[in-house]
């Protein structure tokens, strides 16, 4: 069992920047593979990015390659995901999961765990 816990979300202006964290409890977070997800008002939960359970590999979707990094620290159980160059359409909740061995990263009915989730608003 993980339990996930999301923070950092908060209310930024376009071009802005915010770090999200995603804290696991269990002593076995490294072993699992972590992804984060959003959903916006009315739309369908996607994929934004992830990595790997040694973070020796990360995965991105394009509408965020460039601006978003992933990356994970085994030592705390924490994952981040620091968002530069904030755009309006960047607004959703934001969720991060984690799966032990998904087959593919970027398709959310991989992940097992999940998080309740944090609000991220960029205004225009």
């Known amino acids: 069992q993980v339990q996930l816990v999301e923070s950092g979300g908060g209310l930024v202006q376009a071009g802005g920047s915010l770090r999200l964290s995603c804290a696991a409890s269990?002593?076995?977070?490294?072993?699992?593979?972590m992804g984060w997800f959003r959903q916006a008002p009315g739309k369908e939960r996607e994929f934004v990015a992830a990595i790997s359970w040694s973070g020796g590999s990360t995965y991105y979707a394009d509408s965020v390659k460039g601006r978003f990094t992933i990356s994970r620290d085994n030592a705390k159980n924490t994952v981040y995901l620091q968002m530069n160059s904030l755009k309006p359409e960047d607004t959703a909740v934001y969720y991060c999961?984690?799966?032990?061995?998904?087959?593919?990263?970027?398709?959310?009915?991989?992940?097992?765990?999940w998080g309740q989730g944090t609000q991220v608003t960029v205004s225009s």
């Open positions: 999961a984690a799966d032990l061995d998904p087959r593919d990263y970027d398709i959310r009915y991989e992940y097992d765990y």
């Open positions: 269990g002593r076995t977070f490294s072993s699992y593979a």
